[in-house]
């Protein structure tokens, strides 16, 4: 089976995690800082806060902007529930902006649009998180522009896209945010295993985030509310969470991001490829945009219109042809968890669009053009 996504580990990685396993520290000691320095000198961005998931890092990043019960997050639907839930766990309340049926990223004019009918209801979103899908960065300028105007904190949800570029600067530099998320997990485009990075400019928040990663504990006596009993004491100010990373992930993150430009430019090259073999096939390849250039974690088609079959016979021919094909993502507000919180089938009809044709083809560094050419060849059988 040709997976959809696969892990890039070699040599060197596996040293580096050595190195950790075989030193006195394999939590809380000096590689984590230097993974949280490697990504500040990637992203060019002041501040950043590795942690265990992408997820902890939405949850905390929520928490230190503030948002609590009475306020509002806005997302997308096309995002994995993580992206919604992060509001939910600070308590509270959840909307969506429909995506644009191109980039497939969150609609700048739709949300302008909601933005102003929110304002004359008195109903505006303290945090929006836009979400760079499949590794495109959202139109982020536009999305700054329109927090300045109506007064919301942006929270990009990056987390498919390390390693891409928007406006002439790197995804991750917090120019149009005031925190960027990434994600490291398995299948991500650099792995830690699992884990996480809140990225800022803003030191106070950065500061409050490394709180709230360790149980809001601090060693740091200005922030302390009396005196301190000695060298040992430390106080608890905050609710916080053990969302910490090991120095044995973040060793191999460091190592990692040596070969990250690699690593996106032969997801390039190969997305590049599909292009050229996709093309007179009846599927609507990813779209391109100028002054961007994607991380390409995930290559996602769409059926066509013309497409005389259905995506599940696609999708299972596929499957059993060794073709480890997925689906990315089913719209967030379809789950039934939001459905109980009142959201409806034909809420947001581009991501539900987006979603009944959309299947994500194999695409890691590791793969060979004949494993290419087995995809395409078996996905041109499938829509025959």
Known sequence: MIPYGRHDVDEADIEAVREVLTSDRLTQGPAVERFERDLTSLTGAAEAVAVSSATSALHIACLALDLGPGDRLWTVPNTYVASANCALYCGADVDFVDI??????MSASSLAERLEAARRDNRLPK????????????????????SQRYGFRIVEDASHAIGGAYDGGPVGDCRYSDITVFSFHAVKVVTTGEGGAAMTNDPALAERMRRLRSHGVTRDESLMRGQSDGPWYYQQIDLGFNYRMTDIQAALGSSQLRRLLAMVDR???????????????????????????????LYVVQLAEGANRDRRSVFEELQQAGVGVNVHYIPVHLQPYYAGLGFRPGDFPNAEAYYAKAL??????RMSEADQDHVVTSLTAALA
């Open 127 to 146: 945090v929006v998180v836009p979400v760079d899908f499949a590794g495109l960065a959202c139109d982020m300028r536009a999305i700054h522009e329109l």
């Open 267 to 297: 997801r390039e090259a190969l997305a590049d490829r599909y292009d050229r073999l996709l093309a007179g096939i009846s599927v609507i390849t990813p779209a391109r945009a100028r002054d961007t250039r994607s991380a390409w974690h």
């Open 100 to 105: 644009d049926p191109t980039s497939l990223n």
């Open 360 to 365: 994500t083809l194999p695409l890691f560094p």
